[in-house]
């Protein structure tokens, strides 16, 4: 298994400023992912971090939006720029172990106002 | 690229019944784990059950099962003796064998336990 402590939990911020999601996960990892869950929707991928290079985004998703670091093998931040309220979901880090499931951290709720 | 349906955004079901939910997926891989995850009003994801796409033998734990069909690309979740604790969406989830692989969700299904 794998614990993975993600940080905030939530939080509420004004439009127009960044927030930073910490992601710390028990022991080390190649690759840690970071997931957005719209309102009542399903959970899509942002990015891969691997240690070491710069993050893989997914389509519809910038490095200028979200910007990632991954500086060791058990910690990495999303950080969500120039926030609006469509900003607004949870955040979720992610680790996979030997190839089999994946483990989450608590995610962060993000409200935007 | 792989894709996953879940074709039910809701279900409800009596306390103590049977409650099945679907899932379908795509892929031209033989090697992968079908996964279905749970998501309580605490949003924490919880692992229900997984299944390795090359054994035949349908997954178990405890209260729940899976009827795999991988010719068919099926992959569903069984619910016996729902409790009310089982209230929660949920999530069927796709991915290739390897930790640098990410995993691929489905819409999701709200299921409602009803006393």
């Known amino acids: 298994s794998a614990v993975i402590s993600q940080k905030p939990s939530r939080d509420i911020c004004q439009r127009g400023t960044s927030l930073t999601i910490q992601c710390q996960v028990d022991?080390?990892?190649?690759?840690m992912f970071w997931y957005r869950q719209q309102p009542g929707q399903s959970l899509t991928l942002i990015a891969t971090?691997?240690?070491?290079?710069?993050?893989?985004?997914e389509s519809g998703f910038v490095i200028d939006k979200f910007p990632i670091s991954r500086p060791n093998l058990t910690f990495s931040t999303l950080t969500v720029s120039n926030m609006s309220p469509e900003d607004s979901s949870i955040y979720l880090c992610?680790?996979?172990?030997?190839?089999?499931?994946?483990?989450f951290g608590q995610g962060t709720r993000l409200t935007v106002v | 690229a792989q894709t996953v349906t879940q074709s039910q955004p809701e279900m409800s079901v009596q306390e103590a019944e049977t409650v099945t939910l679907s899932c379908t997926y795509d892929?031209?891989?033989?090697?992968?784990?079908l996964f279905w995850y749970k998501q309580p009003p605490s949003r924490q994801m919880i692992l229900v059950i997984r299944q390795e796409a090359y054994k035949q033998q349908n997954a178990t734990e405890n209260r729940f099962s899976v009827n795999f069909q991988k010719a068919a690309k099926s992959f569903s979740l069984k619910i016996s003796d729902s409790q009310l604790g089982d209230t929660a969406m949920y999530f069927c989830a796709f991915g290739y064998t390897g930790a640098n692989s990410k995993l691929t969700f489905g819409k999701g299904i709200t299921l409602s336990v009803r006393p």
């Open positions: 992610s680790v996979r172990r030997a190839g089999t499931e994946a483990f």
């Open positions: 971090a691997n240690q070491g290079s710069e993050a893989t985004y």
């Open positions: 892929t031209s891989e033989n090697n992968y784990y």
């Open positions: 022991s080390q990892v190649t690759m």
